[in-house]
């Protein structure tokens, strides 16, 4: 996280400077998810994005630092978001409800409303689908970006609780929300690979949450008892 700033520069627009590394940033980001989606991650090199969005390659990896990136780029905005969810969760508020209101909450592809909004919803969630699902690569970067998430909440987690450093709760609670997460990603990927579409599926997934959920919060001690 950012450490802690003054009101005016919390509030203070970006300059020019910064605006135009962002808007450099974002060129190059959808230049490479373009073609990602076009021929698929593995056949794209570093050097073929750079000459799509005209820039050079060693300015791509002054923006980012892997290939994996230019395509999680979003990936980094989320974890402090959910980061800074259960941190200013109201006082009272279990780490469970907290993770529930950020993650259960509707956004992307799933908070687009209109039909020709689901139509352009559909085919973005296929799209990433179908590039994320054929790239091994992109698949371990995943696994290594949410084992992260997992890490930091957990430290989150023992500082707020006094857990000590070896302390295996918190980390058993970070993962077992986390492990919420991923499943609802991979529900939604099996679900678009099925032929469903982004309205099927944002119509599913808050009780398939729910239900993820509030067997965390009522705990393992009556589930799937041996007849």
Do not use: C
Request: aromatic share 8%; hydrophobic share 45%.
């Amino acid at each position: 996280m950012i450490g802690a700033m003054s009101a005016d520069t919390a509030t203070a627009p970006p300059g020019l400077r910064e605006r135009k590394k962002q808007q450099t940033r974002r060129h190059i980001a959808a230049t490479a998810r373009r073609l990602f989606a076009d021929r698929g991650f593995e056949a794209v090199t570093v050097a073929e994005v750079a000459r799509a969005a005209d820039v050079a390659q060693k300015t791509v990896f002054n923006y980012f630092a892997t290939k994996e990136d230019l395509f999680y780029d979003g990936m980094v905005a989320f974890e402090e978001r959910l980061l800074d969810a259960i941190r200013d969760r109201a006082p009272g508020e279990t780490v469970v409800g907290g993770f529930r209101a950020f993650v259960l909450a509707p956004e992307g592809v799933f908070a687009m409303k209109g039909r020709g909004s689901w139509v352009e919803a559909t085919e973005r969630l296929r799209t990433v689908t179908r590039v994320i699902t054929e790239s091994p690569a992109l698949l371990a970067r995943e696994r290594e970006v949410l084992a992260r998430y997992s890490d930091r909440l957990a430290a989150l987690i023992a500082e707020e609780t006094g857990a000590g450093p070896d302390d295996v709760e918190p980390f058993a609670v970070a993962h077992a929300l986390l492990g919420v997460h991923r499943s609802l990603i991979e529900y939604v990927r099996r679900r678009v690979v099925a032929g469903a579409t982004a309205p099927d599926v944002a119509a599913e997934l808050p009780a398939q949450g729910e239900a993820a959920l509030a067997r965390l919060e009522s705990g393992l001690a009556d589930y799937a008892v041996k007849r």
